[in-house]
């Protein structure tokens, strides 16, 4: 039977949800409409979640003076209350605290230790006693440490490491027999490239205590806790109940794991290395851009930070999913102009899909009594690709098409047709053929905008059309 899992990365709850979180979620929702639509609700799974181990999690309760778990409880709610305001329809919602997961990760790490894929080393690094926490070179001033204003200390802490150097052979092999997809195209090749030059050390999946205080206890080694990224990538299967569990049978391997390429270098070697260690097969993973804001990075300090609740408040969810994934390419490194949303929206949506519902009903109301018959045929208007995870370019096919049904409507000017009676058939014929038009748009747009595809579908079939008593897209 066919199935599709889609995933998104677990977010970090150190901080609240914004819009780069929310574009990677409405990527994967859209997929998983569309899906749903393709092979029925029941073989779709769309998981997403909150990573919430580690030291800057627990740092960051500590700067609020809260427990670590209170704080994760509520950032985690967070992220929850936005997806539910953008009207994100997952099937799942992980936390890696979430005591299922703790535990199957504990049988994960002892299954990795029987393996022999985890090995014993001293892990040298700069030590800032102030801070408890290692530092790099990088984030020292002058030397030192710039939150202590102390020069950190030479430390060598023992940890259990991952033997990647072992898999990266086959890892490369799978990646170019394609076994493990990774697009686009430009990033497989950066993966190959990483592997090629050898600049991928083993990882270390252990810390100690003292460092890491916040995670998973490492099962036989009562000094370390199990550090960031095994707890964090295994969330794709513990969330499916792996080993056992229907759904882990059902749905791995993951048809689409979506994330920037901030962290694809975990999801390209460590993660099919566990994989491996595990005997499981591999996913395939689809990486699109860090974008800016304005030009910008996305930062607190500059106060760019968008809220998705925001853009929620001022447009709506749909709308406002649709401004996002309508500027830019899935895989391009972009920009996010907030000051083209208004503009956007006046001329795609208002302009646009809003004025050619209003006009093709307005005159089906007006010369055909509101009586038209459409042959209900699905023309897969943007299927193709949305198959391919062309989420913009989806959305301009079917613009495509409203641009072509306005301009053929001033061109044939419909309003001078019905004043000659010898004119009636080609009046309806063109009547027809925009609100076949009009058919095929609202059902293209179901994944994109469920409620506004539907609100479409009503009018259009309804047995006596009449044109909308409120505009669809009202003018800002
Ligand atoms: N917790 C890890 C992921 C573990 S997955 C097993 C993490 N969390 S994160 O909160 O930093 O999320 C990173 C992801 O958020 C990116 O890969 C991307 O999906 C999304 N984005 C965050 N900022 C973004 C942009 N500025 N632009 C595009 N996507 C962004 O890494």
Same mark, same amino acid.
């Given at each position: 039977m066919e199935k599709f899992y889609i995933t998104t990365p677990i977010y970090y709850v150190n901080d609240k949800p914004h819009i780069g979180h929310a574009y990677t979620t409405i990527v994967a929702d859209v997929l998983a409409r569309y899906w749903r639509a393709q092979i029925g609700e029941d073989n779709v799974y769309f998981l997403t979640g909150t990573d919430e181990h580690g030291a800057k999690i627990a740092e960051a309760a500590e700067a609020e003076g809260i427990e670590p778990q209170a704080f994760t409880d509520k950032v985690s709610q967070k992220f929850k209350d936005a997806w539910s305001n953008m009207e994100i329809d997952y099937n799942h919602f992980i936390r890696t605290t979430d005591k299922e997961h703790v535990k199957i990760i504990t049988d994960i790490l002892n299954t990795l230790k029987d393996k022999g894929v985890l090995y014993e080393d001293n892990y040298e690094g700069l030590y800032c006693v102030g801070c408890e926490k290692f530092i790099t070179e990088g984030e020292l001033v002058d030397g030192k440490c710039p939150d202590h204003n102390k020069e950190p200390d030479n430390v060598t802490e023992k940890n259990w490491f991952f033997k990647l150097s072992d898999f990266l052979p086959k890892i490369k092999a799978a990646i170019e027999s394609g076994e493990l997809a990774i697009y686009p195209e430009s990033r497989k090749n950066e993966v190959l490239g990483l592997i090629d030059k050898q600049h991928v050390p083993d990882f270390s999946i252990s810390r100690s205590k003292k460092s890491v205080p916040w995670g998973v206890d490492l099962p036989w080694d009562d000094d370390q806790k199990t550090y960031v990224w095994v707890d964090a990538l295994s969330n794709y299967i513990t969330a499916l109940d792996y080993p056992k569990g229907e759904d882990f049978k059902k749905y791995w391997p993951a048809d689409a794991q979506f994330m920037a390429l901030d962290i694809l270098k975990f999801h390209a070697l460590y993660w099919p290395a566990i994989l491996m260690a595990l005997d499981l097969p591999m996913p395939k993973l689809y990486i699109h851009g860090f974008f800016t804001i304005d030009g910008q990075k996305m930062s607190k300090t500059l106060g760019n930070v968008i809220d998705p609740n925001e853009l929620v408040e001022q447009y709506g969810a749909e709308v406002s999913k649709y401004l996002i994934l309508s500027q830019f390419s899935f895989g391009q490194e972009s920009?996010?102009?907030?000051?083209?949303?208004?503009?956007?929206?006046? &001329?795609?949506?208002?302009?646009?899909?809003?004025? /050619?519902?209003?006009?093709?009903?307005?005159?089906?109301?007006?010369?055909?009594?509101?009586?038209?018959?459409?042959?209900?045929?699905?023309?897969?208007?943007?299927?193709?690709?949305?198959? *391919?995870?062309?989420?913009?370019? %989806?959305?301009?096919?079917?613009? *495509?098409?409203?641009? +072509?049904?306005?301009?053929?409507?001033? *061109?044939? +000017?419909?309003?001078? /047709? &019905? +004043?000659?009676? %010898?004119?009636?058939?080609?009046?309806?014929? /063109?009547?027809?053929? /925009?609100?076949?038009?009009?058919?095929?748009?609202?059902? &293209?747009?179901?994944?994109?905008?469920?409620?506004?595809?539907?609100?479409?579908?009503?009018?259009?079939?309804?047995? +006596?059309?009449?044109?909308?008593?409120?505009?669809?897209?009202?003018?800002?």
């Amino acid at each position: 039977m066919e199935k599709f899992y889609i995933t998104t990365p677990i977010y970090y709850v150190n901080d609240k949800p914004h819009i780069g979180h929310a574009y990677t979620t409405i990527v994967a929702d859209v997929l998983a409409r569309y899906w749903r639509a393709q092979i029925g609700e029941d073989n779709v799974y769309f998981l997403t979640g909150t990573d919430e181990h580690g030291a800057k999690i627990a740092e960051a309760a500590e700067a609020e003076g809260i427990e670590p778990q209170a704080f994760t409880d509520k950032v985690s709610q967070k992220f929850k209350d936005a997806w539910s305001n953008m009207e994100i329809d997952y099937n799942h919602f992980i936390r890696t605290t979430d005591k299922e997961h703790v535990k199957i990760i504990t049988d994960i790490l002892n299954t990795l230790k029987d393996k022999g894929v985890l090995y014993e080393d001293n892990y040298e690094g700069l030590y800032c006693v102030g801070c408890e926490k290692f530092i790099t070179e990088g984030e020292l001033v002058d030397g030192k440490c710039p939150d202590h204003n102390k020069e950190p200390d030479n430390v060598t802490e023992k940890n259990w490491f991952f033997k990647l150097s072992d898999f990266l052979p086959k890892i490369k092999a799978a990646i170019e027999s394609g076994e493990l997809a990774i697009y686009p195209e430009s990033r497989k090749n950066e993966v190959l490239g990483l592997i090629d030059k050898q600049h991928v050390p083993d990882f270390s999946i252990s810390r100690s205590k003292k460092s890491v205080p916040w995670g998973v206890d490492l099962p036989w080694d009562d000094d370390q806790k199990t550090y960031v990224w095994v707890d964090a990538l295994s969330n794709y299967i513990t969330a499916l109940d792996y080993p056992k569990g229907e759904d882990f049978k059902k749905y791995w391997p993951a048809d689409a794991q979506f994330m920037a390429l901030d962290i694809l270098k975990f999801h390209a070697l460590y993660w099919p290395a566990i994989l491996m260690a595990l005997d499981l097969p591999m996913p395939k993973l689809y990486i699109h851009g860090f974008f800016t804001i304005d030009g910008q990075k996305m930062s607190k300090t500059l106060g760019n930070v968008i809220d998705p609740n925001e853009l929620v408040e001022q447009y709506g969810a749909e709308v406002s999913k649709y401004l996002i994934l309508s500027q830019f390419s899935f895989g391009q490194e972009s920009d996010i102009r907030v000051e083209d949303f208004p503009v956007k929206y006046n &001329a795609d949506l208002v302009n646009g899909l809003g004025n /050619l519902v209003n006009r093709v009903t307005n005159m089906i109301e007006k010369y055909l009594d509101g009586q038209i018959e459409i042959d209900t045929k699905d023309m897969g208007l943007g299927s193709e690709e949305l198959k *391919q995870l062309r989420f913009r370019e %989806a959305l301009l096919t079917i613009w *495509q098409v409203i641009a +072509k049904d306005n301009s053929l409507i001033d *061109q044939e +000017k419909p309003w001078e /047709l &019905a +004043k000659d009676e %010898a004119n009636k058939d080609k009046l309806k014929s /063109l009547l027809k053929e /925009l609100s076949l038009d009009l058919y095929n748009i609202a059902l &293209a747009l179901k994944p994109f905008m469920p409620n506004k595809s539907k609100e479409i579908l009503d009018i259009i079939t309804a047995k +006596k059309v009449t044109k909308p008593s409120e505009p669809l897209f009202p003018r800002l």
